[in-house]
T-cell receptor
Framework: GDSVTQMEGPVTLSEEAFLTINCTYTATGYPSLFWYVQYPGEGLQLLLKATKADDKGSNKGFEATYRKETTSFHLEKGSVQVSDSAVYFCALAGAQKLVFGQGTRLTINP | GAGVSQSPRYKVAKRGQDVALRCDPISGHVSLFWYQQALGQGPEFLTYFQNEAQLDKSGLPSDRFFAERPEGSVSTLKIQRTQQEDSAVYLC?????????????FGPGTRLTVL
């Protein structure tokens, strides 16, 4: 069945560091891919998405490119801020449901 | 309201009790999803409604779990004879159109603790 694998956390970085959170998937066909973020005390919210191969999703300085050759959708940001501290979930759109990775907790220190 | 709301936010139940969790989706949203999120894990799909029709309930872990959305808006997830392994955060999400390909808007969740 469909599945998503994320790099294990927690990840701790200093402010202004470069961020990469790896995500790979297994699926039939070419599903839409998503990154959701959960800030402390808040619900899950969509960060960015890509609907087909080679699409790049971007939002709030974060980017991820849909790579069908490597079945990957890695999340990147060039310069992280303390306010980016949160849990990040990679997900794919399966048949009538989202399939999530296990989440990566990110902490940014000033 | 502007977003998806869930109630109660926290529920403590004794093992064997029945519980009911409510979800108020964004007005007019066709699709409604329930997910279960164990501590330190990603959400896992439970069930999907398109309007009032429950089109997929493949993720419900046992026949103790039951969901309904009788008028195509508010939904209730009911768990009968709760067990300790049911302890988790239960998330509700809604989407403007049918299917999972569109953005899902999540509620804050209900944290269920079964003692």
């Amino acid at each position: 069945g469909d599945s998503v694998t994320q790099m294990e956390g927690p990840v701790t970085l200093s402010e202004e560091a470069f961020l990469t959170i790896n995500c790979t998937y297994t699926a039939t066909g070419y599903p839409s891919l998503f990154w959701y973020v959960q800030y402390p005390g808040e619900g899950l919210q969509l960060l960015l998405k890509a609907t087909k191969a080679d699409d790049k999703g971007s939002n709030k300085g974060f980017e991820a490119t849909y790579r069908k050759e490597t079945t990957s959708f890695h999340l990147e940001k060039g310069s992280v801020q303390v306010s980016d501290s949160a849990v990040y979930f990679c997900a794919l759109a399966g048949a009538q449901k989202l399939v999530f990775g296990q989440g990566t907790r990110l902490t940014i220190n000033p | 309201g502007a977003g998806v709301s869930q109630s109660p936010r926290y529920k403590v139940a004794k093992r064997g009790q029945d519980v009911a969790l409510r979800c108020d989706p964004i007005s007019g949203h066709v699709s409604l999803f329930w997910y279960q999120q164990a501590l330190g894990q990603g959400p896992e799909f439970l069930t999907y409604f398109q309007n009032e029709a429950q089109l997929d309930k493949s993720g419900l872990p046992s026949d103790r779990f039951f969901a309904e959305r009788p008028e195509g808006s508010v939904s209730t997830l009911k768990i009968q004879r709760t067990q300790q392994e049911d302890s988790a955060v239960y998330l509700c999400a809604s989407s403007r159109r049918e299917g999972s390909y569109n953005e899902q808007f999540f509620g804050p969740g209900t944290r269920l603790t079964v003692l």
